[in-house]
């Protein structure tokens, strides 16, 4: 069983930036894709960036391009999320997600993920 544990979330001003970690244990997600989504009270979880195995394709929704960047650690494998100029409506619980085993291309459709963490609060102040 794949376990993924979230961490670095909590609370930041308008503008400034948040680093989240995601590490998997249970079994390698080295050679899988991983991904990042988040959910506002009230709203569909939303996609938010996805990085494949090596870290050189990466996908992001709109709203976040040029301000968040996807990496991940293959050594220790983590996935990080570095947040950049954040905005009050990007206060949400934020999930880590793995592709289900041998599926290496990122993807921004929740139902292509098979694993999810238990999530990490982020919430943006004015």
């Known amino acids: 069983q794949v376990q993924l544990l979230e961490s670095g979330g909590g609370l930041v001003q308008t503008g400034c930036s948040l680093r989240l970690s995601c590490t998997a244990s249970?079994?390698?997600?080295?050679?899988?894709?991983m991904g990042w989504f988040r959910q506002a009270p009230g709203q569909e979880r939303a996609f938010v960036a996805s990085?494949?195995?090596?870290?050189?394709?990466?996908e992001y929704a709109a709203s976040v391009r040029c301000r968040f960047t996807i990496a991940r650690d293959r050594a220790n494998d983590t996935v990080y999320l570095q947040m950049n100029k954040m905005s009050t409506e990007e206060t949400a619980v934020y999930y880590c997600?793995?592709?289900?085993?041998?599926?290496?291309?990122?993807?921004?459709?929740?139902?292509?993920?098979?694993?999810w963490g238990q999530g990490t609060q982020v919430t943006v102040s004015s």
């Open positions: 990085v494949s195995p090596g870290g050189v394709s990466t």
């Open positions: 249970g079994r390698p997600s080295t050679s899988v894709a």
């Open positions: 997600a793995r592709r289900p085993d041998y599926y290496a291309s990122p993807s921004s459709s929740r139902d292509d993920y098979k694993y």
